[in-house]
């Protein structure tokens, strides 16, 4: 799995947590979110989730 980072907002809306914050936007390979705007706590939250619900659907990963 890659995330592209693709654009700085200084004041924008998270979609995750739905607060103004400084946000990235971002855009997971496999179309998790895309042109998402995370904020920095929400963007690491997002890529643990993704990734343990990668690593429980393929189990020969473990």
């Given at each position: 799995?890659?995330?592209v980072l693709s654009e700085f907002h200084e004041d924008e809306e998270c979609v995750w947590c739905q607060k103004e914050?400084?946000?990235?936007?971002?855009?997971?390979?496999?179309?998790f979110l895309?042109?998402?705007p995370?904020?920095?706590k929400?963007?690491?939250t997002a890529f643990r989730v993704r990734s343990?619900?990668?690593e429980s659907a393929d189990p020969e990963s473990r």
């Open positions: 799995m890659q995330v914050r400084e946000c990235v936007v971002a855009t997971f390979s496999d179309e895309k042109d998402a995370l904020c920095w929400c963007l690491q343990s619900q990668a």
